[in-house]
């Protein structure tokens, strides 16, 4: 396995409990970098980050907070105290709650004497479409020009990178620059079933497009083999057929 594209793949833990989350750590020890949702997060609690990090794991802290800044602060200052890689706010929260939670998860990290995690903006969830922009959630926009928006939101707040689909990480990574982290879920092999991703693309055409990481879940999580399933998608990435 191309050790340095296994290290851009990350995998989430989407599972209902701890016993679960550590049965697929043991399936998968490849795997470097984990991301913690929702469902295992309310579910386990922070006592799944310990579990990572005496795995020596990487964290991504994805609760995808979405409030008024003072609560967004609040919520960032706890998750900096965890000692996690990255951590998700959604960017129309707003530019005062994204700064606000940008600098609360720094004072975070610093009263618990840990590194600083990178704060990441979600644009828009890969299980929207164009028509339910549209038509759903009455944005205006082209789905294009919303995703820069809230990107260029998340920049000028002060954040790390974004949360986007590999379908407008081009755009973004020309218009962000290559600093900025563009976070990829909506990934899909092709002999892999789609579920509620809208806007995806394979895993191969989503590293092309610029992305940093790629957030790989079901096609892995739920393969009859979880190591041979990541393993072939490794070998896409470096080899596209
Ligand atoms: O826009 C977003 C933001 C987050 N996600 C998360 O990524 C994974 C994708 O899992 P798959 O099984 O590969 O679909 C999941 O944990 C989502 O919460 C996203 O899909 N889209």
Request: charged share 20%; with cysteine.
């Amino acid at each position: 396995m191309m050790a340095n594209v296994a290290e851009r793949i990350i995998v989430p833990l989407d599972v209902p409990t701890m016993e679960d989350a550590i049965a697929l750590l043991d399936a998968i020890p490849e795997v470097t970098f984990w991301k913690v949702g929702l469902e295992l997060f309310v579910s386990a609690g922070p006592a799944i980050l310990e579990q990572l990090k005496q795995r020596q794991k990487r964290i991504f802290l994805d609760l995808k907070f979405h409030d008024i800044p003072n609560t967004m602060a609040g919520a960032c200052r706890a998750a900096g105290r965890h000692g996690v890689d990255l951590v998700t706010v959604h960017a129309p929260a707003g530019g005062a709650a994204l700064k606000a939670a940008q600098i609360a998860a720094l004072e975070g990290a610093a009263q618990a004497d840990c590194p600083p995690p990178t704060l990441i903006a979600v644009t828009l969830l890969t299980s929207i479409s164009n028509r339910d922009l549209a038509y759903e959630l009455k944005v205006s926009l082209e789905l294009t020009d919303y995703a820069t928006q809230m990107a260029l939101l998340a920049q000028d707040s002060g954040l790390g990178g974004i949360v986007c689909s590999p379908q407008e990480a081009n755009e973004l990574r020309r218009i962000c620059g290559d600093d900025f982290l563009l976070i990829c879920p909506g990934v899909r092999p092709t002999w892999a079933a789609m579920g509620d991703q809208q806007r995806a693309m394979t895993p191969a055409q989503a590293m092309a497009a610029g992305a940093s990481y790629l957030v790989i879940g079901r096609p892995i999580t739920q393969a009859p083999d979880p190591a041979v399933a990541l393993q072939k998608i490794c070998d896409e990435i470096v080899a596209p057929g």
